[in-house]
């Protein structure tokens, strides 16, 4: 079982994360709006790339939901034909679970993340297989013409209750610095 704090902790952390590492440039907005009106089950991308943090009492997936659009493209490799819209996303995402692994180390010591990794969204199916306690869906906007979707899905192996402080305030985390 995971408590409503809990489940309200992870999203708050999970958005933060993925507000500060979606954004590109200084002046990018990301919008991320909870889904309620569908299953994650139901989000029309074709691809999901999916990243895990891991302990001893649970396992999170956070799972972007992509389809290789111009748009998408364009925005994430930054107009480079160097590398696709997968392997610049995932870079990105581990940044994003990077965040999240930071802020979860305040409640939990042992945390591991995975490397990420891309699958047919056909996977998704078979999410409630993992007996989550908690599954929530994302859709995000970046600059207001960028659309894709996102999923948590949180898999207690006892039960668990944390509080998050959740100040206006978000620090600026997981940048480089040179000395």
Do not use: W
């Amino acid at each position: 079982m995971i408590s409503e704090q809990a489940k309200e902790g992870v999203e708050f952390i999970f958005m933060k994360a993925a507000r500060s590492n979606l954004a590109l440039g200084a002046d990018d907005v990301v919008d991320i709006q909870p889904v309620t009106d569908m299953a994650v089950t139901e989000f029309p991308e074709q691809t999901v790339i999916v990243l895990t943090i891991s302990s001893f009492l649970f396992r999170l997936l956070t799972i972007f939901h992509i389809d290789d659009t111009q748009e998408l493209k364009d925005y994430f490799t930054r107009g480079s034909s160097e590398r696709s819209l997968v392997e610049a996303l995932s870079e990105i995402g581990n940044l994003c679970c990077g965040a999240m692994n930071r802020d979860l180390l305040n409640y939990f010591p042992h945390l591991g993340m995975s490397t990420p990794y891309a699958l047919d969204s056909k996977c998704m199916s078979f999410l409630e297989e993992l007996k989550p306690g908690f599954v929530g869906g994302y859709t995000i906007n970046i600059n207001n013409s960028i659309q894709m979707h996102a999923s948590i899905c949180f898999c207690e192996y006892q039960p668990i209750d944390f509080a998050v402080e959740m100040s206006a305030a978000e620090e600026d985390t997981g940048m480089l610095e040179l000395f």
